[in-house]
């Protein structure tokens, strides 16, 4: 339980350097879905990587985490009218919430947070 609620911490920290990084502001429900797709990438790769090939869970990855980021969009952005972000500008964009472009993004961001959560898993083990 400790692991999982530190890699929560960590998964929220880290998205959040992310966002103030990328666009130069954030929202703290950015916490929560960086640490909700922390668990989901550590939780994927340790249930899978002796099943299916790295780059199949990479890709799975990066698609958890933009539904992740629908999810939020959907309750912080659409129904809470927070405005955090907004891709309905760019191609195949679905409610303006997530894109194919950001998917390939976390799909490429989630190759080091498979490190990173698998070394904070051992650590812990």
């Given amino acids: 339980m400790i692991l999982f609620l530190f890699l929560f911490w960590l998964g ?35 249930a899978f990587y002796d099943k299916i090939p790295t780059v199949i869970i990479i890709i799975i990855c990066g698609i958890g985490i933009s539904c992740i980021e629908f999810l939020t969009g959907c ?12 891709y309905s500008e760019l191609k195949g964009n679905i409610l303006g919430q997530i894109c194919p472009r950001f ?6 961001l989630s190759i080091p947070a ?6 904070i898993r051992s650590l812990f083990i």
Avoid at 76 to 81: C, Q
């Fill in 12 to 46: 929220g920290i880290v998205y959040q350097i992310i966002e103030m990084l990328w666009c130069g502001h954030t929202h703290w429900s950015m916490f929560l879905a960086g640490g909700a797709s922390l668990i989901l990438i550590d939780g994927l790769f340790t």
């Fill in 114 to 119: 498979i490190a990173f959560s698998q070394f």
């Fill in 75 to 86: 309750i912080f952005n659409l129904k809470l009218k927070s405005n955090v972000w907004d």
């Fill in 103 to 108: 998917t390939a993004y976390w799909c490429l």
